[in-house]
Nanobody, 124 residues
């Protein structure tokens, strides 16, 4: 079993920054891709970005390209999401997830472990 715990969410003004963290415990996640998803009120959960198991490659949803950066520290079993130039439409609960594979994608069924989420609220 793998437990994922997100942290770092909060309230920030538009244009500001936040850094989310995802800590894994139970079993190592270093051999698997990881990803961030988000769910805004009244909307379906959507893909934000993913990072390969080695951390050498990332892939982002178009709406966060150039603003968000995913990184990971396999020695610490952690992953981060650096969010800059935040917009009110970025308001959502953000979830981290572990892929079944070395490289991740946009489909949620590729991911077998999920955290409980952390709330990010961006005020205008």
């Amino acid at each position: 079993q793998v437990q994922l715990v997100e942290s770092g969410g909060g309230l920030v003004q538009a244009g500001g920054s936040l850094r989310l963290s995802c800590a894994a415990s139970g079993r190592t996640v270093s051999n698997y891709a990881m990803a961030w998803f988000r769910q805004a009120p009244g909307k379906e959960r959507e893909f934000v970005g993913t990072i390969t198991a080695s951390g050498s490659s990332t892939y982002y949803a178009e709406f966060v390209k150039g603003r968000f950066t995913i990184s990971r520290d396999n020695a610490k079993n952690t992953m981060s999401l650096e969010m800059n130039r935040l917009k009110p439409e970025d308001t959502a609960v953000y979830y981290c997830a572990r892929s079944r594979f070395f490289a991740g994608g946009e489909l949620q069924n590729q991911y077998d472990y999920w955290g409980q989420g952390t709330q990010v609220t961006v005020s205008s």
